[in-house]
């Protein structure tokens, strides 16, 4: 089946430094790959959704300038945390998938990232 | 995007089947009802899906209602792995891919 890796899967950081998430699809090809965003005891916010060699479209209340995205492949997309303060700590997991409309989406086993 | 209604959480014994219900009462016709579930600490994983009939797979059973409303996720006999939450979502055709997450069914099983 389709796999899609994330890396690394836990990340702790002092405030202010920035942190890159990075996302695979091992076996496919991901046209588009999405970002959510996960809080304790919460569910899944979508953050973004990028298409590879374009830019990205991010929900309402994302800030691009703050989680940037780049999707320079078809198997690779990351995630930067700029400026990564202590209210950024979360879950953040990946998808992929290989076409539009009605296609599966593959999730990665998320990142868990800590800022002190 | 239309909405899902599920019950916050359920219970079920090991080997029972479990039935996790979802209404979507403003549903298009063409809206796919799309079922996924998340492990603790893990990211999402695909279950099911289906437009208008009832839909089986290896993991599960999909029913779907006659006037598609409401529809139930079917685990036919659950396991201890099965304790995760299950998310009911609606995928209308012009939108992007993109999967908006409900808070969904916490799923418990107990032995």
């Known amino acids: 089946g389709a796999v899609v890796s994330q890396h690394p899967s836990w990340v702790i950081c002092k405030s202010g430094t920035s942190v890159k998430i990075e996302c695979r699809s091992l076996d496919f090809q991901a046209t588009t790959m999405f970002w959510y965003r996960q809080f304790p005891k919460q569910s899944l916010m979508l953050m973004a959704t990028s298409n590879e060699g374009s830019k990205a479209t991010y929900e309402q209340g994302v800030e691009k300038d703050k989680f940037l995205i780049n999707h320079a492949s078809l198997t690779l997309s990351t995630l930067t945390v700029t400026s990564a303060h202590p209210e950024d700590s979360s879950f953040y997991i990946c998808?992929?998938?290989?076409?539009?409309?009605?296609?599966?989406?593959?999730f990665g086993p998320g990142t868990r990232l800590l800022v002190l | 995007d239309a909405k899902t209604t599920q019950p916050n959480s359920m219970e079920s014994n090991e080997e029972e089947p479990v039935h996790l219900p979802c209404n979507h009462s403003?549903?298009?016709?063409?809206?796919?009802i799309h079922w996924y579930r998340q492990l603790p600490s893990q990211g999402p994983e695909y279950v099911i899906h289906g437009l208008t009939s009832n839909v089986n797979n290896r993991m599960a059973s999909l029913a779907i209602a006659e006037d598609r409303k409401s529809s139930t996720l079917i685990l036919h006999r659950a396991t201890l792995r099965d304790a995760a939450v299950y998310y009911c979502i609606l995928r209308p055709p012009y939108n992007t891919d993109k999967l908006i997450f409900g808070t969904g069914t916490r799923l418990q099983v107990f032995p």
């Open positions: 403003t549903i298009s016709g063409t809206d796919y």
């Open positions: 998808s992929a998938t290989t076409s539009g409309g009605r296609e599966t989406q593959y």
